[in-house]
């Protein structure tokens, strides 16, 4: 049973207390079996590897409960020119950006099929732990719906075996839609209940999916042991009609009004703002050229309406974990939302307690990640810089020194 001593850090546990000067973590196999001051560690008598974190700050690995490791950018040409097969080769190299970044959790919100987990879980490629969704429902003409006014159609999550197509309407379809969804091995079920600015035949304040196509949803996953529901959610009608439904998390948020933000509150329902998504379409569209003109439209007219969405929620007491939407933007570029978390209020230490410990509780893994405390997964990162001093320092990829994934070393650059 080796042990390992990660030292000579700050340590920010991801409790949202105060920081520990001279903190450590003692780590055993792929468990952590104390955190705190090291003078407080009882260090055990057998062989022990010290890890010296130079002065950094230690951390619990980050987590993003929103991205799709199974794409990268929406070039319609390079898409439709692409092999299918030349998809899981490229998620590869997304899995491992998002490690470099010091995210060791992700949840999949639509791609990543449980195939993909399974060589992740068995060590047969590098990448983050994963939850996942495999695709993301829609109903005919929504936000999951490709099909183009040429009358073709461009599925962004293809069907394949082990991953059901994901158009349904009406409730028993839908009934139907989920069990296949669960089947192909969901871990959540996502589904999008509003149009969406990268969906080339609706609007984001579009409501789709009816409160009882939702409500079957919510049914259908508490009957394979809770398993929860993920909702793409945008328009006010559409996020209000999920939430009553009893779904679990609202994704993006856009057009949040009082009435959400109330029922929110009420029903304990997490809010994933993925801020950066609709920013990197316009950015990319600036510097790339690769963003679709309605896509491009639908961000420049949401932009500022997101962000004061997401700040009246927080405001108001909203749970937020930290989501981006990585794909939409390159992967790796994750922590660039914390410094826009910041940006509509909250301060560093909770954008950072929205990434660990609110982030898994969202997860339904606070027992296992989240926080650095005896009994926990080993998943642990040092960074070079203070991220209470300067949050936005972590989207330097250069400046995450250490990753420690469930107890083994994926990074370091010490």
Known sequence: MP????????????????????GAVLVQDNHIRAAGRKADISLPD?????????????????????????MEGIDIPRLMTTPFSLRFYQALDHMRRTLDAGITTVRDAGGADLG??????????????????????????GHGDSWMPSGMTLRVFPAYPGVPVNICDGVEEVRQKVREVLRA?????????????????????FTQFSEAELRVMVEE??????????????????IKNAVRA????????????DEAIELMLAHGTYLVPTLLAPLSVLEQAESKGNMPEYGVRKARETIEIHSESIERAHRAGVTIAMGTDAGVMPHGTNLRELGLMCQIGMNPMAALVATTK????CLGWQDQVGTLERGKLADVIVTKTDPLANIRSLENTANIALVMLDGRIVKDIR
Request: glycine share 16%; proline share 5%; charged share 15%.
């Open 3 to 22: 042990f390992s001593l990660i030292h000579n850090g700050t340590l920010i546990d991801g409790n949202g207390g105060a920081p520990i000067k001279e």
């Open 46 to 70: 057998a062989p022990l590897t010290m890890l010296d974190a130079g002065g950094g700050w230690i951390l619990p690995g980050l987590i993003d409960t929103h991205v799709h490791l199974m």
């Open 116 to 141: 993909l987990k399974q060589a992740q879980v068995s060590g047969l490629v590098t990448g983050p732990r994963m939850q996942i969704s495999i695709t993301a429902l829609s109903t005919t003409g």
């Open 185 to 205: 091995g969901a871990e959540v079920i996502k589904v999008c209940a509003t149009g969406g600015v990268l969906s080339p035949t609706d609007h984001p304040e």
């Open 221 to 238: 996953g508490a009957f394979r042991r809770g398993v929860k529901v993920m909702a793409h959610a945008q328009g006010a009608e559409g």
């Open 246 to 257: 009893g779904i679990h998390s609202i994704e993006h948020g856009i057009y949040l009004d």
């Open 358 to 361: 609110t982030a898994a509780a």
